[in-house]
C-alpha cells in the first residue's frame, strides 16, 4: 500500500490564484481530513470527511473548500489564495472501525508546503 | 475534548529512557490518551494510546496515572532518530471525531 500521498510536494502561488491540493489513501478508510501546520504551532483541522458526499467544517475552514466525490479521494481547495494560507498542509485519513473501538489511528501524509506571495 | 500540558522541550541522552509527561486533568472518563509524533518536516505518527492501564507497544510505553490526570510516554532507549515533536492528545475512542495537536514536546536526544 502507497498509505496517504499528496501532491504536489511544494508549490508557489500568487495572491488571488486558485489551486487544489491532490490527497489519496488506498487503504479503504472512510475518515480522511486536512490540517494546516504553521511554523511553530501544532496541526490545525481544516475540513474533514466521514465518508463519500460528506464533509464537514473542521477548526480553520475559511477560504477552503472540500468534496469527497470517491472514497480514495479528498481534494482541497484554495479559492482565492492569500499570504495568511501560506502553511504545510498534511492530509490523513483512517477506518472508521473506529466508531466502536479505540483502535483508530490516524494515517498522515508527507505534506504539501505552499508559500503565497 | 480534554486540554492536555507538555513541557516545550526536553533533551535525552542516546541510549538512555525518555520519560515525556503530559497532564490532562481534564480527561473525562471515556476520552482516550493519544502520543503521537512528528519527526521534521514529515507527517504525524502514531506511537501509542490508552484509557486507564499502562500499554507497551514496540515503540513506546505509556503509563497512566491512576486517577487518570497524567500520563508519561517512555521511550526505552532513545536514539537520534527519536528527536521529534511529541504530541499528547486526549479524545474520545470512539466514533468519527478528530484530534486535536497542541504544540507538544520537543524532544532532542543528544549523542
Known sequence: ?117 | DAKTTQPPSMDCAEGRAANLPCNHSTISGNEYVYWYRQIHSQGPQYIIHGLKNNETNEMASLIITEDRKSSTLILPHATLRDTAVYYCIVRVGTGANNLFFGTGTRLTVIP
Open chain 1, 1 to 117: 500500500n502507497a498509505g496517504v500521498t499528496q501532491t504536489p510536494k511544494f508549490q508557489v502561488l500568487k495572491t488571488g490564484q486558485s489551486m487544489t491540493l491532490q490527497c489519496a489513501q488506498d487503504m479503504n478508510h472512510e475518515y480522511m481530513s486536512w490540517y494546516r501546520q504553521d511554523p511553530g504551532m501544532g496541526l490545525r483541522l481544516i475540513h474533514y470527511s466521514v465518508g463519500a458526499g460528506i464533509t464537514d467544517q473542521g477548526e480553520v475552514p475559511n477560504g477552503y473548500n472540500v468534496s469527497r466525490s470517491t472514497t480514495e479521494d479528498f481534494p482541497l481547495r484554495l479559492l482565492s489564495a492569500a499570504p495568511s494560507q501560506t502553511s504545510v498542509y498534511f492530509c490523513a485519513s483512517r477506518g472508521l472501525a473506529g466508531l466502536t473501538t479505540s483502535t483508530d489511528t490516524q494515517y498522515f501524509g508527507p505534506g504539501t508546503r505552499l508559500t503565497v506571495l
